[in-house]
């Protein structure tokens, strides 16, 4: 019993510190995450949120590995795992479905799924601290090591300053859910549903992707003018991308002249635009053979 009660112990050390790892590489899906679930005002407070998560959950479970406290820990889990829950079955509530973010975009949970999972480890917590003897240390020690595992987070992941990537704001796409393109490489296309041009770009961009399997990843934003759904798009097309509506200031702030525009990003970054010859440049430029 000692040694289950010792592995079950790591197990829960392992599973914050992997919680922690999968926000850690990528901070900004969990911000916008806070952002979309109501948890933080804007995208700098979310981004400050995040750091302080990814250094609670680390420190959390380095200290739960280590035999020390080990019933004081339990109880600061499971409290810590049981607002976590409350707050999930707030966004089944409310109809939010998305990947909750409690395993970054490394793993997608929805909210349902992750009670689940947290109620397992609330019961191994429960467990571990019914079962666990106290091996006392000086309470300074593991807060201390909390505190200044917290604070080193801003400096390991240092606040990214992304407020000239025109693509900020656009954080959510159908059907793919929560995306923060400043994490993201690839190419974004900007397009009028009604514009024959637009459509002519989706086909290439659908051929692309098709011929090619190193192709990058596609984000649309759509401006929806006339009567074209974004489905008769799609048919028209043949293409399958994900992709978000914009309004006609954004839209005529993203494009040159006239549509389409394609931009080619990579971490918060705008490498390449596109008016023309899309086939030709983007191949040349990502040298695609075929």
């Known amino acids: 019993m000692k040694n289950f009660i010792v592995v079950l112990r790591i197990f829960l050390g392992l599973s914050f510190l992997f919680s922690s790892y999968t926000k850690l590489i990528a901070p900004g899906f969990f911000e916008i995450t806070l952002l979309d679930q109501g948890l933080a005002s804007s995208r700098d407070f979310a981004a400050h949120m995040t750091r302080f998560f990814i250094g609670l959950e680390f420190s959390l479970g380095i200290l739960i590995i280590l035999p020390y406290l080990t019933k004081s820990l339990m109880l600061f889990s499971g409290g810590l795992l049981s607002a976590f829950t409350i707050h999930l079955v707030y966004l089944i509530l409310i109809g939010d479905n998305e990947n909750c973010g409690c395993f970054g975009e490394m793993i997608s949970m929805t909210p349902s799924e992750s009670i689940v ?13 019914k079962k666990s003897s106290e091996k006392r240390i000086s309470i300074l020690i593991p807060n201390i090591f909390m505190l200044l595992t917290i604070l080193s987070m801003w400096f390991i992941i240092p606040i990214p300053n992304n407020k000239n990537f025109p693509f900020q704001k656009y954080s959510n796409f159908i059907p793919s859910g929560r995306i923060d393109l400043a994490e993201k490489e ?89 008016d023309d010859n899309f086939t030709d440049n983007i191949k040349s430029f990502f040298d695609l053979k075929g």
């Open 117 to 129: 999972k947290n109620i397992i480890l609330i019961f191994a917590t429960f467990f571990v601290y």
């Open 186 to 274: 690839g190419l974004v296309a900007i397009f009028n549903l009604d514009c024959d041009h637009c459509q002519e770009a989706a086909i290439e961009l659908s051929i692309m992707k098709k011929k090619h399997e190193a192709f990058p990843k596609v984000f649309v934003l759509y401006f929806k003018e006339g009567s074209t759904s974004v489905k008769e798009f799609e048919k028209i097309s043949g293409s399958q991308f994900p992709y978000t509506l914009i309004d006609v200031n954004s839209f005529f702030d993203l494009i040159g002249d006239s549509p389409p525009r394609i931009y080619y990003i990579n971490n918060g970054k705008v490498i390449k635009i596109w």
